[in-house]
């Protein structure tokens, strides 16, 4: 039964795949395999500036994704005096349980009102789609960076502390390298 679920999913993803080698221009018929499309595809300034223009904002948009993800979850599982921890757990959550449709339509409600009242950000363009994509990113980074953060052996930590090492040369020395897998994981 798992082999029809995965033939279910992945065979229409095959049949692109050997299609997007055919040598007619016609998508349905067969004129044998050849990689001329992909050559055109690659010398196309166009399609190359918009592949660049995308990588650069998902680089940046998951860098700033990582560092404030990073923040919320060592907030929430450090912390446990935190008084808004409860609200900041829902706020972190939160893009995971809404429809992208509508959390994409409140950040664009909420860069006009911005550019209105502040005159930032001018215009929707790069910055605005680097936000709402930091904005979607974070809760997964939030989630991922937590779990492993929960399972981290804290004597490790505390023993860095018993020898002098102040908070920061402990989260540099000891936890960020503990944890470096998961924020490999959470930025891609």
């Known amino acids: 039964m798992a082999s029809v679920g995965f033939g279910f999913l992945y065979f229409p993803i095959l049949i692109l795949v050997i299609y997007s080698f055919n040598e007619s221009k016609l998508v349905t018929v067969w004129g ?25 904002i998902a680089a940046v948009s998951a860098t700033i994704a990582l560092i404030l993800g990073v923040a919320a979850a060592m907030t ?42 502040l005159g930032w950000p001018s215009g929707r363009g790069v910055t605005t789609i680097i936000l709402a994509h930091a904005t979607f990113g974070m809760a997964f980074v939030t989630v991922i960076v937590q779990a492993r953060l929960r399972d981290m052996d804290r004597t490790l930590e505390e023993a860095a502390m018993d020898l002098g090492a102040r908070p920061m040369t402990v989260f540099l020395t000891v936890t960020l390298p503990t944890i470096a897998p998961a924020l490999v994981a959470a930025w891609l």
């Open 32 to 56: 044998g395999f050849s990689a001329r499309w992909y050559l055109e595809l690659f010398q196309d300034p166009q399609i190359l500036d918009a592949a660049t223009l995308s990588l650069q």
């Open 76 to 117: 929430l599982v450090r912390f446990r005096w935190f008084r808004a921890r409860t609200w900041l757990a829902g706020m972190a959550a939160a893009p995971l349980v809404m429809p992208e449709v509508i959390t994409g339509l409140s950040l664009l409600l909420l860069f006009v009102a911005l550019d209105h009242w």
